[in-house]
């Protein structure tokens, strides 16, 4: 299995923007990638996917204000996410995934407060 390493998060007010980044112990070439994040008392939820051509799709909750890339050359995906609020502290979850794969990072905190 790939392992991943997520990073990035941290404390930033209503409005504004952090990247995450999700660093993979190998080729990520031929596999779907993905942010998830868990609210507080949420079930997980996905916010954003990208496939191995780079056909993406977002939650309707962050569209327009978070972007999934990936750098297969690197072996690096990340989200951009911008106009940050409250409801989006979450902990952020990288995925990666297809074929036999289904790896998960440990999680990066990020919170939204004044």
């Known amino acids: 299995q790939v392992q991943l390493v997520e990073s990035g998060g941290g404390l930033v007010q209503p409005g504004g923007s952090l990247r995450l980044s999700c660093a993979a112990s190998?080729?990520?070439?031929?596999?779907?990638m993905a942010w998830y994040r868990q609210r507080p008392g949420k079930q997980r939820e996905l916010v954003a996917v990208?496939?191995?051509?780079?056909?993406?799709h977002y939650a309707d909750s962050v569209k327009g204000r978070f972007y999934i890339s990936r750098d297969n050359a690197k072996n690096t995906v990340n989200l951009q996410m911008n106009s940050l609020q409250p409801e989006d502290t979450a902990v952020y979850y990288c995925?990666?995934?297809?074929?036999?794969?289904?790896?998960w990072g440990q999680g990066t905190q990020v919170t939204v407060s004044s």
């Open positions: 995925w990666c995934g297809g074929g036999p794969v289904d790896s």
């Open positions: 190998g080729s990520i070439r031929f596999n779907a």
């Open positions: 990208m496939s191995s051509g780079g056909s993406t």
